[in-house]
């Protein structure tokens, strides 16, 4: 049995070796993806003659799925804010690895042979692509330096009326509404300002009292005045950490039962350093043929003082 394969085109795996690229459904899907880039290679193929040249846009980074190399590629090629159209995809239809790879791809999926040319660009070819880009790019050049040479010479230019001309009726009511305004002005400048005499005797004025102003008793803020705390001193907020440990080794003998061993033994209490049983040295560290061996030399010592 053949080994399974995957067919990209088909998006299926096989187990019928190299025969499924001679199937139908094989067949059909390589001629759809074909003719789906088929329109783009032709629009670029006539660019090859004639370049065209255009103001830099976000459109312009638009990109191609090319199907022999099987990853996408620059549709035009763009540099500043100037943009060639459809020169990205010329310049990857004439490099050899787009030839290796579309005839590997051409190989492997049974394709027409007449229509491999088609998907290529030969180096001839894309020489002349390049000769006309530049024409185009001098071309565009030229024209911009024309618009930007126009617009400053309009810019400069002031108009001037003609002699015997008359100004425009709008023009004249402008000037008129200006000469009567400025008259209204001059009149209110002349206008001489009333003076104002609160002294003048016979102006009946009214008492309103004595007007008491609001002093600071001198007393402290009450923002101002520390707490009894902060006056007896810089005291820790809460428990110490002792306290704290503590109260959790309670809490931790709470969850024991209450009548354990030991429950009731107090830690505190003084105890010699013989309390604990001698015999097997059960609590001793170390491997238990030391203690044994240590146990026999200790009994033999206490028999000695026994005889002596």
């Given at each position: ?20 690229v ?9 001629k759809?993806?074909l003719?789906r880039l088929?329109?783009?290679v ?16 976000p ?5 191609c ?10 549709k035009?090629?763009?540099?500043g ?7 990205g ?10 030839k290796k ?17 088609k ?8 020489a ?46 402008m000037?008129s ?5 400025s ?5 209110l ?22 007007q ?14 520390q ?6 001193g810089n ?6 950490y ?6 959790k ?15 009731n ?10 309390w ?19 146990f026999?030399t ?8 026994g005889?002596?």
């Amino acid at each position: 049995m053949a080994p399974p394969q995957r067919c990209t085109l088909c998006r299926q795996t096989f187990f019928c070796g190299r025969g499924h690229v001679y199937s139908r459904k094989h067949q059909r899907q390589l001629k759809g993806a074909l003719e789906r880039l088929l329109p783009q290679v032709e629009a670029a193929r006539k660019a090859i003659r004639a370049a065209q040249v255009e103001r830099y846009v976000p459109e312009h980074d638009r990109r191609c799925w090319c199907l022999c190399c099987g990853f996408e590629v620059r549709k035009h090629l763009s540099h500043g804010n100037l943009t060639v159209l459809h020169g990205g995809l010329l310049e990857h239809l004439a490099s050899p690895e787009h030839k290796k790879a579309t005839n590997k791809f051409w190989w492997e999926n049974k394709a027409e042979a007449q229509m491999k040319e088609k998907f290529l660009i030969s180096p001839q070819d894309y020489a002349r692509f390049k000769k006309s880009m530049v024409k185009s790019l001098d071309s565009y050049e030229e024209k911009e330096d024309e618009v930007i040479k126009e617009v400053r010479r309009k810019g400069l230019q002031k108009p001037e009326p003609e002699e015997g001309s008359s100004a425009p009726a709008s023009w004249k009511g402008m000037n008129s509404q200006v000469a009567s305004s400025s008259e209204h002005l001059s009149h209110l400048d002349l206008q001489p300002t009333p003076e104002f005499d609160w002294m003048e005797t016979g102006q009946p004025l009214t008492f309103i009292g004595h007007q008491v102003q609001k002093t600071s008793s001198g007393a402290t803020p009450p923002w101002m005045i520390q707490d009894e705390e902060e006056s007896s001193g810089n005291l820790p907020i809460g428990p110490s950490y002792e306290e704290f440990l503590k109260e959790k080794e309670k809490q931790k003998l709470k969850k024991l039962p209450p009548e354990r061993v030991g429950a009731n033994f107090d830690h505190n209490s003084s105890t010699s350093a013989g309390w604990l049983p001698s015999f097997g040295r059960v609590w001793n560290n170390g491997r238990r043929w030391q203690s044994r061996h240590q146990f026999k030399t200790e009994a033999a010592s206490r028999n000695k003082k026994g005889k002596s």
